[in-house]
């Protein structure tokens, strides 16, 4: 790993969920350990895997690694110091405002901005403070702070007192209240975020477009904040062994072609190459592996059989929790006539790719269907609205149109009476990942009346949070108006909507992987904490279904099944499983091929 030879004190590890961020945190770790440097490895992911990665019980200290001399790590839980945060902040208002309002105050500071505060305010503790950790030489993150979280903190006005006297803003400005005290702090961690002597930020990704574009998103937001000491790894860089296996060459291919055309700014930084590994990468022998066994793109020969750890045993499968065929799956879901689909899940699952096949699926039964999606590149809508299928209507929903929309309503409204200190922070909070969500969730709310008489299926539903945030503020405009006004009929009807099964099916999209898994089992949670249950969990790219001989496949094989034994188990009331595609799967025909390689096995 290029990084690592001349590692700078921080190093930083980002990128979405499930791409290897704690893998590649802790092989750089051990790395450094191994060098006779004493190192922290640090981290603040709420699903954190530290502990079963390295075989230790950590705490929200550090922690001596048994196994590797000069190495401690630590967990910090930031969903518990956002829960102390949120105490901090309603406290004072309970049984003083009614209930519903105090409601209201508790899930506005549950969003994802309020756990990004709070995450910061950790690492503001182990990077901010020197001598908070001067016995070590390295302090490896394995998460890093978004560009949101730092463009808030480095606005002046968001320290003005602004927040002091504000209680009606939008969820992403609560958790600057109480922060002021922390001013001196944060500003020493953004300037060692900033200093490329002291800090490395690892962008970790996938040979995937949609992993590389959201890289290429963060790079940019990180680079105009001046951080600029940026490497690239790619994570899971797939070489073929056996080129009689048409799984393996197809990966190669698809994984080469994403590489060739990944966003300018990301090929002009320094890059390594870590191969995909054949198990999961659990115990610090095959963390150690992961640390020398890296390949350069320029040297495809570098992987051979002998460097291929054994796989990992597969789980013992349940007979009572068997997955389902997808188009036992459709079937049941045609058997009301009507109503809405909505598929969930984290980036980069495959949301729209299966929504996509529902559609299909649904409209060669008979039905009536609008397909509503979100793809940035309109690819689905394209091919499908190409192959003209009686009975389906396809739009698309424009988040940047949504979200521009939005931010100008919000402006002319709330900030209308701000002073400008006021107004700055108001369109910078308008930035957040908050403000994505609500205003797709108002394109989607127009969407979901459609559904009293044919299917609609949606590809970007709102998360549980969002609900509870709909859910409480109605509760609290209910309280406020009671009967002086009246609420328009669609926004009494959404959430009745929403939560009737025999109107609104949810499908949970996953992979069968670690931390896609359990985000999943997350989003299932906040969905049930909102009041609805889903209909059932779809894991998509599964090789289990695929004949495969290449020995690096079938190690990772091997590896899924435990996964899919603990979505089957633990998780989903139904499930069904489909395959990993040698073609992505785009129109009406590879839809359809899509379903057919589904398995009804474990």
């Not at 959201?214 to 680079?223: F, P």
């Not at 999606?373 to 394209?382: E, I, K, L, N, S």
């Not at 109107?503 to 069968?512: A, E, K, M, N, S």
């Amino acid at each position: 790993m290029d990084f690592l030879q001349t590692p700078t004190r921080n190093l930083f590890f980002t990128g979405k969920g499930g791409v290897g961020k704690t893998s590649m945190a802790c092989a750089s770790a051990i790395r450094l350990a191994d060098q006779g440097r004493r190192v922290l490895l640090v981290s603040t992911d709420p699903a954190s895997n530290l502990d079963e990665v390295l075989g230790t019980t950590l705490r929200s200290e550090p922690t001596a690694v048994d196994a590797v001399p000069n190495l401690w790590a630590m967990n910090i839980d930031p969903e518990q110091a956002a829960q102390d945060y949120r105490d901090r902040m309603v406290a004072p208002y309970r049984g003083v405002l009614p209930d519903a309002a105090v409601q209201s105050m508790e899930e506005q500071f549950s969003g994802s901005c309020t756990l990004e505060i709070a995450a910061f305010d950790e690492f503001a503790k182990l990077l901010g403070d020197a001598q908070a950790t001067k016995e070590f030489d390295h302090i490896v993150f394995d998460t890093a702070p978004t560009g949101h979280t730092l463009r808030l903190l480095t606005l002046p006005s968001a320290w003005s007192g602004f927040m002091e006297t504000n209680t009606s803003g939008t969820s992403c400005l609560g958790p600057l209240a109480g922060l002021q005290a922390q001013q001196k702090l944060y500003k020493k961690t953004v300037e060692a975020l900033g200093d490329a002597a002291r800090t490395t930020l690892i962008l970790v990704t996938r040979p995937e477009p949609s992993a590389l574009a959201e890289a290429d998103r963060t790079s940019g937001e990180l680079r105009v904040l001046g951080v600029t000491n940026q490497h690239l790894a790619i994570n899971g860089v797939f070489r073929a062994l056996d080129a009689s296996d048409p799984v393996a060459t197809a990966m190669q291919s698809r994984c080469d072609q994403a590489i060739a055309v990944m966003p300018i700014s990301l090929q002009k930084l320094d890059r390594t190459s870590v191969p995909l590994a054949a198990r999961g990468l659990v115990g610090v022998d095959a963390l150690r592996q992961l640390g020398v066994d890296v390949a350069a793109e320029e040297a495809p020969g570098s992987i051979d059989g002998s460097q291929i750890a054994s796989p990992d045993a597969p789980a013992p499968v349940n007979d009572s929790a068997q997955p389902v065929a997808m188009d036992s799956l459709v079937d049941e879901l045609a058997a009301q006539g009507h109503g809405v689909i909505m598929t969930m899940g984290k980036g980069g699952v495959g949301k729209t790719t299966v929504a996509a096949g529902v559609a299909v699926a649904l409209a060669e039964r008979g039905f009536p269907v609008h397909l509503s999606t979100t793809d940035p590149a309109a690819h689905v809508a394209a091919t499908m609205a190409a192959d003209n299928i009686d009975g389906l209507s396809v739009s698309r929903i424009d988040p940047a149109k949504e979200i521009q929309a939005y931010r100008e309503e919000v402006m002319r409204t709330a900030g209308a009476d701000l002073d400008e200190q006021g107004r700055a922070l108001l369109e910078e909070d308008l930035r957040s990942p908050c403000t994505e969500e609500i205003a797709v969730f108002r394109a989607f709310a127009r969407t979901v009346a459609e559904g009293q008489d044919r299917f609609v299926v949606v590809d970007t539903a709102p998360t549980g949070h969002t609900i509870l945030l709909l859910d409480s503020a109605l509760a609290y405009h209910r309280e406020v108006t009671r009967q002086s006004s009246q609420m328009p009929e669609s926004v009494e009807n959404l959430l009745p909507r929403l939560r009737d099964p025999n109107f609104t099916r949810v499908l949970i999209v996953t992979l069968p992987e670690s931390t896609p898994v359990h985000e999943a089992a997350q989003l299932q949670d906040d969905l049930r904490r909102a009041k609805i249950e889903p209909f059932a969990w779809v894991v998509n790219q599964s090789l289990g279904p695929l004949q495969i001989t290449d020995p690096i496949l079938v190690g990772r094989q091997a590896h899924e099944q435990k996964f899919v034994h603990e979505v089957l188990n633990e998780h989903a009331r139904q499930a069904a499983i489909i395959a990993w595609q040698t073609t992505p799967p785009t129109g009406a025909e590879g839809l359809r091929e899509m379903f057919l390689v589904s398995t009804t096995s474990g």
